[in-house]
């Protein structure tokens, strides 16, 4: 038996865990856990790990962890308590449970004699694209009496200028007033597409409930408003007319439901929809050919801003009872790969929010509107992405077309400007929203590979054949490029650009042998016979010549770099293979890997490569897919469970660190969190005694690896793309 995930002494850290947090965990304490998590600007996470973490012990975070405020209070009976936020002047609420989902993170405090129970709700919408792109996210809160008796409840909440956080600037404000009630921050020195460490210069930062009975409303000073709102349980419906500096007294856009007599029956939810808005989003440079101004695509649906916030909350008891249905959907698509726990489950719920919330959808402006028929989706995730491997699967078209806008941007770019050598670029531009072209970022062979596996991905999972139809001279460059450099590659950085360059890479001729292989099909479905076989040609004898070199001496692992016996790393880009359907590597390199990576197991996983312990998280998780044995890909998901449950490290879901100590190292926030979906996309183990022959023409494209005959959990029939870095 492989050794299994929950050690002993991960028991009695849990236990002690429970028992200095004091409140009961489900399924886990992440290192952090999203709040209002909903585009590359509204992201605001609770830090756990380290820090404890309850609601109140502390600020909110944005994505590099800088602080973020959100203040909540409760008044019962006329006594106020603090449950949202660290406000030391005031009585703590007391945290009793704590849940993450895929989509709601939801926490209840003892405030007194009343449970306050907060849902964090960022939804995911597989079956609206016009939902998903809108950057808003809500907070539902419910009441009720925890001792039997009826109590008098306030309820306050309110944000700040840290939403914002340019602290020298001069920021304004507004209430708009109508069947909801909306608070606003804007700068007011705006530049359009500006942003200063990861914080944008324009734009508005909205705070918005519905007008219901009860309610008041003010923006002032923190100092003003929380004494307020604590001697009398409302506020007077006024702005403090003075524009001023975030930190000048701290203007704040407070909030006010007098929720009157609250019994042991939960009261019908107050709800807010707190959210970060701008119009344009991005701005293209180098693309004559396309609209360059883009806006939010919510624009194509709603007349205006202030539409789509007043719909947004009125669609909440059918946003939450949607997001329900996906939770269960995407746990029970998990389980049904690991049925032994539920571990697969939570990594996955913990990363969808992640995964999207760094993805906008645009339109573009043809001068008059935005055209609704004009979408392209840009990815950013707060750094310069080195790599930003993501793998989408999700249930049904829209996400499947998230791909082909993903793509869009980088292919049309590439068309208008070629790269001399012929090979992909790695992104976009790191500046975004400006998005102004390349970084002097490359990873030739890389890139190039993963842009040929993505389109073929794409063309199998929705048979749309228009992206390779428009972008076939590119493909037909990249399979050059491929064929020139892609077995013995010169020295060069790999996705794991931390690691360091190298030449020869194995894993990296990898992706070269799948993507050829797909440059084949890709052809061959253009009805381009005769290229077809020339790449298919190609693949085959690129992969006899990598089996020669690439094998140990002794025939026990497959090597980090060709003839360095002692070296190896986790081959994960046999991931594509088996994504693609092809099986075209034999069944032997599978199970020799297999064999090998059940000798490397690390406290907390394995390590990417013999260089280091360093490890990540979707590799692994890629790898895991290709394991031959079923018992060790369930110890490796574990292990990743392991580490991202230990409470040993603070931020969101952390891709990279430590196998040996489970410390993280700085990734965090990323997209790459995709590709922890990898084993869901392609949940059937290789078996070693299989053919291999199934889908290797490809064409049909529904193949989900197609050794085994297990069918694919109804969530992963749709889409598998997987996209490197679009645009960082
Ligand atoms: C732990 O929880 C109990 C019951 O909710 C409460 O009475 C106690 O004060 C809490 N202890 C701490 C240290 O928060
Ligand atoms: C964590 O909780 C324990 C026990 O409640 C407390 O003593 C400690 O100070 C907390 N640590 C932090 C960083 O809040
Ligand atoms: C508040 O300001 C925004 C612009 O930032 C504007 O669109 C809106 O109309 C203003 N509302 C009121 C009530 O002035
Ligand atoms: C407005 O911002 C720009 C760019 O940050 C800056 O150059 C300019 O001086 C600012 N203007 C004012 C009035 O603050
Ligand atoms: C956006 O990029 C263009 C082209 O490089 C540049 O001229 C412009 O100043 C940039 N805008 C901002 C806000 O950085
Ligand atoms: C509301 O309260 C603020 C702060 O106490 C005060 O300055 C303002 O005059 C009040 N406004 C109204 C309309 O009562
Ligand atoms: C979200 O999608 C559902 C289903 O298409 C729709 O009924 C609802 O109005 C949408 N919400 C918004 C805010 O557009
Ligand atoms: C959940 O799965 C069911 C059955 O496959 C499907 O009809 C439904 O649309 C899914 N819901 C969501 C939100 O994905
Ligand atoms: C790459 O491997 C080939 C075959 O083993 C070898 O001839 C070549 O020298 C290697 N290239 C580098 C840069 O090490
Ligand atoms: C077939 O492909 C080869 C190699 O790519 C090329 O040299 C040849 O001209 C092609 N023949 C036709 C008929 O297109
Ligand atoms: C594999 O091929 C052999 C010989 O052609 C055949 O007997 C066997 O049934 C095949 N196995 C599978 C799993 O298709
Ligand atoms: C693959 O293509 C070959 C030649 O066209 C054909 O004989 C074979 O049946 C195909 N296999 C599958 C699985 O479609």
Redesign the pocket.
Known sequence: MPLHPLSFLQLLLAASFALAQNWSVNPFTPPAAPLAVRGPYLQTWLNQGVTNGSLNSGWQSYRDGSKLTWTGFLRVDGILFDWLGDRQNYTPAVQKDFTFTSTKTIITMACGSVDLTATFLSPIEPTDLVNQSIPLSYLGIEVASNDGNPHQVQLYTDIDGEWLAQPDQVVQWNTTVGDVVTHQFWLQNQTQFGEVNGRLRYGNIIYSTPQVTGLTYQIGSSGVVKPAFQAAGALNNSADPQFRAIQTNWPTLAFAHDLGTVLTTKTPPIVYAVGYVRDPLVQLWGLPNVNNLRGPYYLTRFNSISDMITAFLNDYTNALARATDFDGNLTSDAMAITSQDNDYANILALSVRQMFGNIELTSGWDGTTYVQTDIMAFLNDGVRCTHCSILFQMTDGCFQTIGKYLLEPILAYQVANPVQDGYAVHDIGDSYPNITGPSSVTYPVEASGDQLIMALSYTQKTSDNSLITKYQSLYDQFGTYLTQNGLYMASQDSSDSFAGALPNQTNLAVKSIVALKAASEIFLILGDTNKSQHYDSVATSFLAQWQNVALSLDKSHYTLSYRNDPSWGLLYNLYADRLLGFNMFPSSVYETQTKWYATKLGQYGIPLDSRSSDAKTDWQLWTAATVTDASLRTTMIGLVKKYVSSGINSGPFPDRYNSANGKMATFVDRTVAGGHFAVLVVPDVVQGSSNG??G??GTNGKGNGGVTTTVSPAITVALTLFVTLVLS
Do not use: G, I, L, R
């Open positions: 022959s199934d290797v023409n």
